[in-house]
Nanobody
Framework: QVQLVESGGGLVQAGGSLRLSCAAS????????MGWYRQAPGKQRELVAT???????NYADSVKGRFGISRDNAKNTVYLQMNSLKPEDTAVYYC??????????WGQGTQVTVSS
């Protein structure tokens, strides 16, 4: 079993910054890509950013230039640095980890609220 535990969400004013963390524990062998998704009220869950074990990154167009994803493979932890936050970034942010055979693991989610 693998557990993903997120932290770092909260309330911030527009233009502010937050840093999310997600630590994987348990049977972490064979975790490959990790990433962050978000889901706003009434909307579908969407990709925010992903990072491979080698450090290759991918971002949603809406966050490019504002968000940065990184990972510490030794700590099985992925981070999301969010700068210049906008009210439309308000959502529950979910950590994701991929394992072989297209197994997707999810954290419990952390709320990010950006006030205008």
């Amino acid at each position: 079993q693998v557990q993903l535990v997120e932290s770092g969400g909260g309330l911030v004013q527009a233009g502010g910054s937050l840093r999310l963390s997600c630590a994987a524990s348990g049977d972490t062998i064979c975790i490959s890509a990790m990433g962050w998704y978000r889901q706003a009220p009434g909307k579908q869950r969407e990709l925010v950013a992903t990072i491979s074990t080698g450090g290759s990154t991918n971002y949603a167009d809406s966050v490019k230039g504002r968000f940065g994803i990184s990972r510490d493979n030794a700590k099985n932890t992925v981070y999301l640095q969010m700068n210049s936050l906008k009210p439309e970034d308000t959502a529950v942010y979910y950590c994701n980890a991929a394992r072989p055979f297209n197994v997707q693991l999810w954290g419990q989610g952390t709320q990010v609220t950006v006030s205008s």
